[in-house]
């Protein structure tokens, strides 16, 4: 059956939040002025996702891989502080903060909270610092500041089942870490195969502030702090 020329589809209309209109504006911003370049590696986490279990029944405090991620993207830019720097065209301004934002999927939209001074935070404060801004972000109770001064950003989609994906850039930072799902995979060691647990990791960067071989050594250092983790749980 067909349909008259008289009949019209109805169509349905949300509402943009407040945030969502931000956060849509700034990954608009980053697409126009950011020419990015992306690189991907494969991370050792099997002894990082044996830690989270055991640091919950140290310290009662159940730990995410978030958590765990922004403690390792926070020690990485220590070492390698142009991952923090922007562009004037002239300089290279390094900010004087590490401020990880991680997206967050509420129900009003993609939001992406910040936890200032990461470097500065144990695993476990970062861990509680974490909760309770995913909890903000998904009853949307988020002020502008729990959303603003990001200087890099991490984007974990692994729970979703995603193996691989690359995020994109939001102003001012100069790169995002894309974290996908951990997979069980048969890998040899020392003349034997053995079963080990590998993530998906991708680095989107800014080509305008830092080059592909200083973007390499940067996620080369987070596959050996995943690799090694007793590292990210000293103060």
């Known amino acids: 059956m067909t349909e008259s020329i008289s009949e019209k589809h109805s169509e349905s209309r949300i509402r943009l939040s407040r945030i ?17 370049f992306y690189l991907s590696a494969k991370a050792d986490v099997t002894e990082f996702m044996d830690m989270r279990h055991e640091l919950k029944k140290i310290t009662g405090i159940k730990i995410t891989s978030n958590a765990f991620y922004i403690r390792v993207l926070s020690m990485a830019a220590v070492e390698y502080p142009l991952t923090l720097a922007k562009s004037d065209g002239q300089n ?16 009003q939209g993609l939001v992406v ?12 404060d970062i861990a509680k610092t ?25 984007s974990n989609l692994g ?16 790169v995002i870490l ?19 647990k590998l993530v998906s990791l991708n680095v989107a960067a800014d080509h305008t502030v830092i080059n592909g071989d200083y973007a ?20």
Do not use: W
């Open 130 to 154: 974490e909760k309770i801004l995913t909890e903000k972000a998904r009853a949307n109770t988020l002020s502008l500041d729990e959303i603003s001064g990001e200087t890099i950003a991490l």
């Open 178 to 196: 894309a974290v996908g799902n951990t997979l069980h995979q048969a890998v040899p060691a020392h003349g034997r195969i053995t079963e080990r």
């Open 216 to 235: 390499a050594k940067f996620l080369r250092r987070i596959t050996e702090l995943l690799a090694n983790p007793k590292s990210l749980i000293q103060d």
């Open 159 to 174: 729970v979703y089942g995603i193996d691989r994906f690359i995020g994109i850039v939001p102003p001012p930072a100069t």
């Open 20 to 36: 969502q209109k931000i956060i849509g504006q700034r990954m608009l911003e980053s697409k126009q002025t950011k020419p990015c």
């Open 113 to 124: 909270p910040v936890v200032k001074n990461a470097d500065k935070m144990s695993i476990v």
């Open 92 to 107: 290279l301004i390094i900010a004087d903060s590490i401020n990880v934002g991680f997206a967050v999927n509420a129900p």
